[in-house]
């Protein structure tokens, strides 16, 4: 416990950091060129307050936005935090996300699991790591500096994992000599592989200073999966359960931080038609 | 944005609230029966009916036969009179012995053979909801071997009646499915 809070305070240090020099950049950025319509400065009141990045109003003048791009780091806590209530279940997960274009942004994750699935007439365990990567494209029209995204993205995972059969039972549909009890089996079945592609859709708001909470849901297709001889994968990590058909779904919620790299300027387009003459 | 959120979430509680529904379909081939016919000992291209057939296995604690009529009353539902039937396996051993009473109910006429059938089993996985399942493989003839192996073994009841199965001939020594005849016996 002692080490975790050591950890988490220098983590937080670590962030402050970057905090510090995210509030640097901004500053620096020439103030002639930030400025807005007055009409949209009451809106911006009302809405949120004003950020050091919008200034006061100067009449007829041209809007420019800052685009912030970089790189946001995450853990999904649902996976995190399920061990702690469920006994069948560890698990992590790291997301990451990295803006390319203005509505583009590389996606990744990278996760553990270990899930033992108690079915009626089977228990297994599953264990392994996966990768997933891919892109979202946020379709979210953000206000002024907000930095929300809603996201739909597309998916390649990749799972290398094993499985332990825990028990059997046979299936008789004519018990006449009587129903055999559950048989105990320690079959493990090392060096199983599945790939598959998957729908993302999520979104992420920022809490606080470039912290953001996030959730997603993802429908997956079974692409490749490498089974046992005798035996089916009924947990991919990473997939998660499977299905009869090549279905999957999946779920996350995360917490990240975004470490801002680089910023891009931006004009909306009405604006800068009326600004052109000036220059 | 706040519909979404809660879009969302009902979305993701209604899935993880249908993952229980796994039930075996009972079409499902799962561990087979062996499936005995009967044919007449003159012809043995013909089918015979057998006549209030009582098959009961050794050792069953109930002492209750095979229940062939699902419909019938107490005492009718475990006779046969059809050409073919099946009889479940051991799932637990590696082998079984049933008496096939003939004429069952009738004290005059009444003759029970008793067959003890000898194999191997393996278990193969079937499905999710079905778990696995045993197939069965008859041993061969070897009288020779160490230990001797038959597939099965044709005795008289401690009445001495004779035997009302004149032969006894196996058709298909692997048991993976209820579609074929494994053993033809002859009346």
């Given at each position: 416990?002692?080490?975790?809070?050591?950890?988490?305070?220098?983590?937080?240090?670590?962030?402050?950091?970057?905090?510090?020099?995210?509030?640097?950049?901004?500053?620096?950025?020439?103030?002639?060129?930030?400025?807005?319509?007055?009409?949209?400065?009451?809106?911006?009141?009302?809405?949120?307050?004003?950020?050091?990045?919008?200034?006061?109003?100067?009449?007829?003048?041209?809007?420019?936005?800052?685009?912030?791009?970089?790189?946001?780091?995450?853990?999904?806590?649902?996976?995190?935090?399920?061990?702690?209530?469920?006994?069948?279940?560890?698990?992590?997960?790291?997301?990451?996300?990295?803006?390319?274009?203005?509505?583009?942004?590389?996606?990744?994750?990278?996760?553990?699991?270990?899930?033992?699935?108690?079915?009626?007439?089977?228990?297994?365990?599953?264990?392994?790591?996966?990768?997933?990567?891919?892109?979202?494209?946020?379709?979210?029209?953000?206000?002024?500096?907000?930095?929300?995204?809603?996201?739909?993205?597309?998916?390649?995972?990749?799972?290398?994992?094993?499985?332990?059969?825990?028990?059997?039972?046979?299936?008789?549909?004519?018990?006449?000599?009587?129903?055999?009890?559950?048989?105990?089996?320690?079959?493990?079945?090392?060096?199983?592989?599945?790939?598959?592609?998957?729908?993302?859709?999520?979104?992420?708001?920022?809490?606080?200073?470039?912290?953001?909470?996030?959730?997603?849901?993802?429908?997956?297709?079974?692409?490749?999966?490498?089974?046992?001889?005798?035996?089916?994968?009924?947990?991919?990590?990473?997939?998660?359960?499977?299905?009869?058909?090549?279905?999957?779904?999946?779920?996350?919620?995360?917490?990240?931080?975004?470490?801002?790299?680089?910023?891009?300027?931006?004009?909306?387009?009405?604006?800068?038609?009326?600004?052109?003459?000036?220059? | 944005?706040?519909?979404?959120?809660?879009?969302?979430?009902?979305?993701?509680?209604?899935?993880?609230?249908?993952?229980?529904?796994?039930?075996?379909?009972?079409?499902?081939?799962?561990?087979?029966?062996?499936?005995?016919?009967?044919?007449?000992?003159?012809?043995?291209?013909?089918?015979?009916?057998?006549?209030?057939?009582?098959?009961?296995?050794?050792?069953?604690?109930?002492?209750?036969?095979?229940?062939?009529?699902?419909?019938?009353?107490?005492?009718?539902?475990?006779?046969?009179?059809?050409?073919?039937?099946?009889?479940?396996?051991?799932?637990?051993?590696?082998?079984?012995?049933?008496?096939?009473?003939?004429?069952?109910?009738?004290?005059?006429?009444?003759?029970?053979?008793?067959?003890?059938?000898?194999?191997?089993?393996?278990?193969?996985?079937?499905?999710?909801?079905?778990?696995?399942?045993?197939?069965?493989?008859?041993?061969?003839?070897?009288p020779a071997g160490n230990p001797p192996t038959t597939p099965f073994v044709r005795t008289d009841s401690p009445a001495a009646d004779g035997f009302w199965m004149e032969a006894v001939q196996v058709i298909e020594s692997n048991i993976e499915s209820?579609?074929?005849?494994?053993?033809?016996?002859?009346?």
């Open positions: 416990m002692k080490h975790t809070l050591k950890y988490l305070y220098s983590f937080c240090l670590l962030f402050s950091m970057f905090l510090v020099k995210a509030q640097d950049t901004t500053a620096t950025a020439p103030p002639e060129e930030i400025a807005l319509k007055k009409t949209k400065t009451e809106a911006v009141k009302t809405a949120k307050t004003a950020k050091p990045v919008i200034q006061k109003a100067v009449n007829d003048s041209i809007k420019i936005k800052t685009d912030r791009y970089g790189l946001r780091v995450g853990v999904d806590l649902y996976k995190l935090t399920r061990g702690f209530y469920d006994k069948d279940y560890k698990g992590i997960e790291v997301v990451a996300d990295f803006r390319l274009t203005k509505k583009y942004y590389l996606a990744a994750e990278l996760g553990f699991e270990d899930k033992t699935t108690d079915d009626d007439r089977l228990n297994s365990t599953a264990t392994g790591t996966y990768i997933k990567g891919g892109f979202d494209y946020n379709f979210y029209q953000n206000w002024l500096d907000m930095e929300n995204v809603i996201t739909i993205g597309l998916r390649g995972g990749f799972s290398t994992f094993s499985q332990q059969l825990n028990s059997y039972k046979v299936y008789n549909p004519n018990p006449y000599w009587g129903e055999q009890p559950s048989i105990i089996s320690e079959r493990k079945y090392d060096g199983l592989t599945a790939g598959w592609g998957e729908v993302a859709v999520g979104l992420k708001a920022e809490v606080f200073s470039n912290f953001f909470v996030g959730f997603g849901v993802q429908l997956k297709l079974l692409v490749a999966n490498k089974k046992p001889d005798d035996f089916d994968n009924l947990y991919i990590p990473g997939f998660n359960r499977t299905y009869d058909g090549n279905f999957g779904v999946g779920f996350n919620y995360t917490v990240s931080y975004f470490i801002p790299i680089f910023k891009k300027k931006v004009v909306t387009p009405e604006i800068t038609k009326k600004a052109t003459p000036k220059k | 944005m706040k519909k979404i959120i809660s879009f969302l979430l009902l979305f993701t509680f209604g899935l993880s609230s249908c993952e229980k529904d796994d039930i075996c379909d009972a079409d499902t081939p799962t561990t087979p029966r062996l499936v005995i016919s009967f044919y007449l000992y003159k012809d043995p291209q013909t089918a015979a009916n057998v006549k209030n057939l009582k098959v009961i296995g050794e050792g069953v604690e109930s002492g209750e036969g095979i229940i062939f009529n699902e419909n019938g009353t107490d005492v009718t539902k475990y006779l046969t009179n059809a050409s073919t039937i099946s009889i479940p396996l051991r799932t637990d051993a590696d082998t079984v012995t049933y008496s096939f009473i003939l004429n069952s109910g009738n004290t005059i006429a009444t003759n029970t053979d008793i067959l003890t059938f000898n194999y191997s089993r393996n278990t193969v996985y079937v499905s999710r909801a079905c778990g696995f399942k045993t197939t069965f493989n008859l041993l061969t003839n070897n209820e579609n074929e005849t494994h053993i033809k016996i002859l009346i």
